[in-house]
């Protein structure tokens, strides 16, 4: 079955660390670009990184300096690592992935076409 998996989430602690994990399966990520994204209670999906074929990424202002995007292809999956969380870190983080786009890529979640079910995160104050 073709599907990206999130893992890792979890409840911490403001100022404490946690990375999550997406892997895929049923497809090689080799020739994706994944983004990460969060959602916290309502409507909007947050655009937080992303990381390009050849490992380039982008990331988003509010996470900027406390969130790196990493990809390990030997193990088909892509990492975040979070550090000093803040309780507005809060909500249910998801993965998501578009085949060879050209160009950097982006955290708009209209630009991806395959999504993970997320991992929740909480981060108490």
């Known amino acids: 079955q073709v599907q990206l998996v999130e893992s890792g989430g979890g409840l911490v602690q403001a100022g404490g660390s946690l990375s999550v994990s997406c892997a895929a399966s049923g497809f090689s990520l080799d020739d994706y670009v994944i983004g990460w994204f969060r959602q916290a209670p309502g409507p909007e999906r947050e655009g937080i990184s992303c990381?390009?074929?050849?490992?380039?990424?982008n990331v988003a202002d509010s996470v900027k300096g406390r969130f790196t995007i990493s990809r390990d292809n030997a193990m088909n999956t892509v990492y975040l690592q979070m550090r000093d969380l803040k309780p507005e870190d809060t909500g249910r983080y998801y993965c998501?992935?578009?085949?060879?786009?050209?160009?950097?890529?982006?955290?708009?979640?209209?630009?991806?076409?395959?999504w993970g079910q997320g991992t929740q995160v909480t981060v108490s104050s």
């Open positions: 990381i390009s074929i050849d490992g380039t990424f």
């Open positions: 998501a992935s578009v085949y060879d786009p050209p160009g950097e890529c982006k955290t708009t979640a209209g630009w991806y076409d395959k």
